[in-house]
């Protein structure tokens, strides 16, 4: 039996315009309605998802910054610092002047950095190897900058051990490569219909529709499980 919905939210539960989709918020209500606890998990930063989670209405921890930062009833635990991905930050921007272009909320960040995708990623690649143990992952919307040893389906097992959970009761739904180990993580596999071919290989359904009418429609088959 499902009893929590660890979700992503750009591309997933929004459109790429970051408008949320009223379906996908019709949905969510109707897991909580349900005693199915509804856990946002994203590259975005903390107060993003916390504000978000809370107008809402999702009851479940929230897991932001790629795994690096989990939020539970005004408690947080960082994972992983980012002082050594703010040194690769300046080691890019050194290297490619006004070609980088922060997130406007790594000023808020704890565990990763953000930067806007106008730069190949090799040529990111290529500065941040230079620090010891750090990746860059593109989400679509941003390549993040953030420890190797985080990703999403850590924070999805230590979020799942704070509620009492065993991880095969858990659904995850997704749209980006950086959800593989989201989902990898959870009992259910969900991908909206614009999701990656890549994660669209391991689900268990994979919807017709993209985007917040996806999330509505997966929503309906973990009701059945």
Known sequence: MIKGVVTDVDGTITDYSDQLGLEALGAIRKLEARRIKVILCSGNALCVLKALSR????????IAENGGVIEQKGGFRILS????A???????????????????SNR???????????????????VVKKFDG???IDSGFAYHILDK????????QRVAGMLGLELGELAGIGD???DLEMLKACGFKGVVGNGDPRIKEIADYVAEESFGKGFSEI???????
Do not use: H, Q
């Open 219 to 225: 929503t309906e088959e973990i009701l059945k499980v």
């Open 86 to 104: 703010r040194d690769a930050l300046a080691a890019l921007k050194e290297a490619y002047g006004s070609k980088i272009s922060e997130s406007w």
């Open 55 to 62: 107008y809402i209405g999702c009851s479940g921890p929230v």
């Open 149 to 156: 040893k985080v990703d999403k389906g850590i924070g999805v």
């Open 134 to 136: 750090l990746k860059v």
């Open 176 to 178: 980006s490569i950086t």
């Open 81 to 84: 610092e980012n002082r050594t």
């Open 108 to 126: 808020y960040r704890f565990a990763d950095m953000a930067i806007l995708r106008t730069l190949d990623i090799g040529e990111v690649e290529n």
